[in-house]
C-alpha cells in the first residue's frame, strides 16, 4: 500500500515507519523538518500542500503532534489552546482534508495515548486531548463507513521513550515501540474500524 506517515522522525514514527515498511508497504514519510515532505499539521494550508503533492493513498497514518504538560495551576487558556491546536485539531484537519485525497475504502490511523484513561500529574492537558481524540474516532468511524476506516493507538510510554517521560509516570508498565508499529499495521491491513488500539 502508499502510506503518508505524518510525524515519521519521532520515537513513536521511528517504530511505526519501521513496521510498515517490513511489511513492504510504501511509505511518504512527512514531518515540519522533512527536507522532501515538510508538513506542519497545525496549519491546513500546510496539509493541502502536502496532500495536494502525493497523489492517490491507501492510507494515512499518524505519529505526531505534542501537548504542553505542566503544574494543574500553571497551565493556562494558551497552554490549552496549543495542545488542541496541535495534537487534536491537527490531525482532525488532516482526517478531514485527507478523505479528498485517500482512496475508498483506505484508512486512517491516529496516536492518542495513556492519558486518555490513566491521569498522571501534569498530564491534564494531554488527558483531555486524547480523550476527545478518542471520542471523535469512534464516533468518525460511524460516519465513515462504507468509505473509509479510522482508527487510533493509545500506548503506554515507549521503552524506547523510558528516559524522558519515567519520572512522569512512575511505575507504569513500558511498551516496546514494536508493538506499538504492530497495532498501526492492524489499523492499516484488517478491515477493523472505530478500534482504540490500547497498548
Ligand atoms: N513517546 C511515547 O512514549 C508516547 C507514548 C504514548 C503516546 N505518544 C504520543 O505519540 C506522539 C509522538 O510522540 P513522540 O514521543 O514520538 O514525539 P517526538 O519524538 O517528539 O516526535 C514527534 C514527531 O511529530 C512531528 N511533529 C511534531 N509536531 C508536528 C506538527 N505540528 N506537524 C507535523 N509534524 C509534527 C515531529 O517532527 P518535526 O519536529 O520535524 O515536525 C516528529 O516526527 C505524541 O502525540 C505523543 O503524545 C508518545
Do not use: C
Given at each position: ?9 519521532g ?65 493556562g ?10 495534537k ?56 465513515l ?42 489499523s ?9 488500539y490500547?497498548?
Amino acid at each position: 500500500m502508499r502510506i503518508l506517515h505524518v510525524g515519521a522522525s519521532g520515537t513513536v514514527g521511528d517504530a511505526v515507519g519501521r513496521a510498515l515498511r517490513a511489511r513492504g508497504h510504501d511509505v511518504v514519510a512527512a514531518h515540519r523538518k522533512s527536507a522532501t515532505h515538510p508538513v506542519d499539521i497545525t496549519d491546513p494550508e500546510s496539509i493541502r500542500e502536502l496532500l495536494a503533492g502525493l497523489g492517490a493513498l491507501d492510507a494515512i497514518v499518524s505519529t505526531a503532534g505534542g501537548t504542553p504538560f505542566g503544574p494543574w495551576d500553571e497551565l493556562g487558556r494558551d497552554d490549552f489552546r496549543a495542545g488542541l491546536d496541535n495534537k487534536l485539531l491537527g490531525q482532525v484537519e488532516l482526517v478531514r482534508q485527507g478523505t479528498e485525497v485517500l482512496r475508498s475504502g483506505g484508512s486512517f490511523t491516529l496516536i492518542t495515548g495513556i492519558t486518555a484513561r490513566e491521569p498522571v500529574r501534569e498530564g491534564s492537558i494531554a488527558a483531555a486531548v486524547n480523550g476527545a481524540l478518542e471520542s471523535w474516532v469512534r464516533a468518525s468511524a460511524g460516519e465513515l463507513w462504507g468509505r473509509f476506516r479510522i482508527n487510533a493507538v493509545s500506548p503506554s510510554v515507549l521503552t524506547e521513550s523510558r528516559a524522558d517521560y519515567a519520572s512522569i509516570f512512575p511505575g507504569f508498565p513500558f511498551v516496546d515501540g514494536e508493538r506499538v508499529g504492530d497495532a498501526y499495521v492492524r489499523s492499516v491491513e484488517s478491515m477493523e474500524t472505530g478500534a482504540i488500539y490500547v497498548l
